[in-house]
């Protein structure tokens, strides 16, 4: 490591603080999220997987609006302090609604809300813009230095998880004798909202010392006024869309919204308003660039990887995602959390993808050159095909666990630690490597809508994760409950018995479902078949795009 640090600028060393701030606030309210919905504002399991999805593809859509506004605005710095800002102030309205919801369940829902909208648009402002600082740090000669700076950044990424998604469930997810404190979810927004101050003093005090070219000039400042912007040699070309290109994609952003809309049940608005917003944005803008007509053929050729690659990289974030929602609402509903005699909160479960990602993501990339120098490394796609395998096996292997639990049988905690390590490997197959393929594959004019479709592809994970995230079935706690309420929730799941209206009642006041969730028209009836969904569905991903590799390779015209 001392090695790495001695090559790298130190700079990197202060965006690396600057983002391991801004995970710890964001990984750490993931973490409790869904669990204040469901336990403190009262909201259904389903709904509540629905809006975390929802919000998570909006944190992915925004930093196009980001990238945007400080390109010809404000410039990185400026967008980067404003989005800290922005994310501190949300989770202080988490903090707040926290807070209120005991004596006052409307403000609390209504703070929630807004809470969710400042982070969507401070993460926008946030995370483009320190991404792309990375790689301004390092002038054209030095620029085979950026795996290594960018795997350096995804540790700091994963630091700030693992205290983020320690200290947060730690203050926030409380039991009192053996039951949860439902009011101390908000000591876990403040600890977030207190990182994000911190983030963004760090970046704040040290940025005009640190944050420069390696001859002393300021980096990421107004665009009007960037005097390292010749540092980027070539890229200040930008793409330049025709009016016609610009109005049809709006029209054809406008039908795609309605025809998704029209194939969404439900009235759930995330589920009707926010899902469709988020996939048609992402084909729209996918649409307007690949109809370019200054594309040459091996310039479109390598657009159409990116938009192939993208694509199959949806299952991967879909499957992924769970871990803010059904995974957690598993650890806390139907797993022994008895941890080397630690009873660990259910939130906290999360923590091992940081911590796997912390100590193997050096290994991986040592991994990746060693094969490199063999000759050997896969091209970027068979990675990814076998990050998507990888999520299937770990899938498989839960499925296969929680077969004979029954409803009051108890999951190890050692399978779900099991399944963030592979999950953890899957993601260092995938993810880091997706950024510098984009990078690569697309022409210099494109490469930040490029990006942009690439963070909207993550997007469309998050809101298909919400998808899955609700087909979750009963839990243990839902017989239990339903059983103290003198309901057989497996005979009226089963349709033995039909409930009275009165009955009807009790079960959903206590958020419980009294018919089974379904999928594409089929019905999960048990944990099995929900985790089967998922090992389908990234197994078969996993499939194509290995099959895909010989015309992928073609594709990619000599890029790796
Ligand atoms: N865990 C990474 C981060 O928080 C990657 C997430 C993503 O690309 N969707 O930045």
């Known amino acids: 490591m001392s090695e790495v640090k001695a090559k790298h600028p130190k700079g990197l060393w202060v965006l690396f603080g600057t983002e391991m701030w801004e995970r710890f606030n964001f990984y750490g309210m993931r973490a409790i999220l869904t669990l204040f919905m469901v336990n403190s504002l009262m909201m259904k399991e389903e709904d509540a997987a629905i809006l975390y999805g929802g919000f998570l593809g909006l944190c992915y859509l925004t930093p196009m609006l980001g990238g945007f506004v400080s390109d010809r605005f404000f410039g ?30 409307s403000l609390a829902n209504t703070l929630m809300w807004t809470a969710l909208g400042v982070i969507v648009f401070g ?51 409380v039991e009192i004798a053996g039951v949860r404190d439902v009011h101390a979810f908000k000591w876990g927004f403040l600890a977030a909202s207190i990182a994000m101050i911190l983030g963004t003093l760090v970046f704040f005090f040290l940025k005009n010392k640190y944050v420069v070219t390696p001859d002393g000039k300021p980096l990421g400042g107004l665009p ?25 994609s709006i029209i054809s952003f406008v039908i795609l919204f309605f025809a998704i809309r029209y194939f969404t049940e439900g009235t759930n608005i995330v589920k009707t308003i926010i899902y469709p917003i988020i996939y048609a944005s992402g084909i729209t803008l996918a649409g307007l660039i690949i109809s370019d007509s200054s594309l040459t053929k091996i310039e479109r050729d390598r657009i159409i990887v990116i938009y192939i690659v993208a694509f199959f990289v949806i299952f991967f974030w879909a499957a992924f995602e769970q871990a803010g929602s059904s995974l957690t609402f598993i650890a806390d509903n139907q797993t022994d959390l008895n941890f080397f005699g630690w009873q660990m909160p259910p939130s906290m479960v999360q923590v091992f993808n940081g911590i796997f990602v912390f100590a193997f993501a050096l290994p991986f990339s040592i991994l990746w050159d060693k094969l490199r120098e063999k000759g050997r490394e896969p091209i970027s796609p068979v990675k990814q095909a076998i990050g998507l395998a990888l999520i299937a096996l770990s899938y ?42 984009v990078g690569k594959l697309s022409p210099k004019r494109f490469a930040s809508l490029l990006f942009g479709v690439f963070f909207l592809s993550n997007a469309a994970g998050y809101a298909l994760a919400g998808t899955l995230g609700s087909i979750l079935p009963s839990t243990g706690d839902k017989f239990l409950k339903a059983e103290k309420l003198g309901i057989d929730l497996q005979a009226v799941l089963d349709k033995r018995i039909t409930p009275t209206p009165e009955q009807l009642e009790l079960l959903s006041q206590n958020q419980i479902s009294a018919e089974n969730p379904v999928f594409v028209g089929f019905e999960i009836h048990n944990l099995y078949e929900f985790f089967m ?18 015309v992928l390779k073609k594709m990619m015209h000599g890029v790796k």
Do not use: H
Request: proline share 3%.
């Open 123 to 173: 993460n926008g402002f946030f995370k483009p813009n320190i991404s792309s600082m990375v790689g301004s740090l390092y002038p054209k000669q030095e620029k085979s230095k950026l795996d290594t700076a960018f795997t350096i950044f995804y540790m700091g990424i994963n630091l700030g998880a693992f205290l983020g998604q320690t200290i947060c469930p730690y203050l926030g997810d």
């Open 396 to 437: 498989f292997i839960i499925a296969n666990n929680v077969k004979d639990l029954g409803n009051s049988g108890l999951l190890g905690i050692k399978w779900l630690i099991l399944l963030y390590l592979i999950q953890t490997f899957a993601e260092l197959c995938l993810s880091p490597i997706g950024l510098s393929l």
């Open 533 to 550: 969904v998922f090992v389908v569905l990234t197994g078969i991903a996993a499939v194509i795009l290995f099959l895909l590799r010989p």
């Open 224 to 248: 009007s006024k960037n005097d390292a912007s010749d540092y980027e040699e070539g890229e200040a070309q930008k793409a330049v869309f025709s009016t016609t290109a610009l109005i049809v």
């Open 76 to 105: 990185n710095r400026n967008c980067i302090m404003l989005g800290g800002l922005m994310m501190a102030a949300g989770q202080l309205l988490l903090f707040f609604s926290a807070s209120t919801f005991s004596t006052n369940l």
